[in-house]
Structure formats: C-alpha cells, structure tokens
C-alpha cells in the first residue's frame, strides 16, 4: 500500500517539474516576443510549437488591435 503512496507521490513531483519547465520556457518565449524576435527563433530556441507563439503573439496584441511594434 504505501508503495502505491510513494509512486504515486512521485508522479506528482514529476508532472510539477514538468509543468514548471512550461510554465519557464512560456515567460522566456513572452520575453522575447516582447523584445522583437522573430516566432520562428523562438520556437526554434524554446521547442515551443509555432502554434502556442502565435497565441501568445496574440494574447499580448494591444487592445486596440494595432500589431506592435518593433524596437528595432
């Protein structure tokens, strides 16, 4: 029974590093969209599918629907 417990127990541990690994590489890809790289370097760089980068691009588009700007 308690083998149950602990294998169970670590599969939580590994799902939350896994997740956490996400949640790190989404900030990273927010950070470089908002510093002007191009989706496809980005995917390239954090394995993120261009997919995700598009909604993110597209999540963080301003409110009055202008595309951004960029800094260069």
Same mark, same amino acid.
């Given at each position: 029974?308690?083998?149950?417990? /602990? /294998?169970?127990?670590?599969?939580?541990? &590994? /799902?939350?590093? &896994? /997740?956490?690994?996400?949640?790190?590489?989404?900030?990273? !890809? %927010? *950070? #470089? =969209? %908002? $510093?002007? +790289?191009?989706? $496809?370097?980005? !995917?390239? *760089?954090?394995? #993120?599918?261009?997919?995700? #980068?598009?909604?993110?691009?597209?999540?963080?588009? @301003? @409110? *009055?629907?202008? @595309? =951004?700007? $960029? @800094? +260069?």
């Amino acid at each position: 029974m308690e083998d149950k417990w /602990e /294998e169970g127990l670590e599969k939580g541990r &590994e /799902e939350g590093r &896994e /997740e956490g690994v996400q949640v790190g590489l989404m900030h990273v !890809a %927010k *950070n #470089l =969209l %908002k $510093s002007g +790289f191009e989706l $496809s370097v980005i !995917a390239q *760089n954090t394995g #993120l599918s261009m997919e995700v #980068l598009q909604k993110l691009e597209i999540d963080r588009a @301003p @409110p *009055n629907g202008r @595309p =951004l700007q $960029s @800094p +260069f």
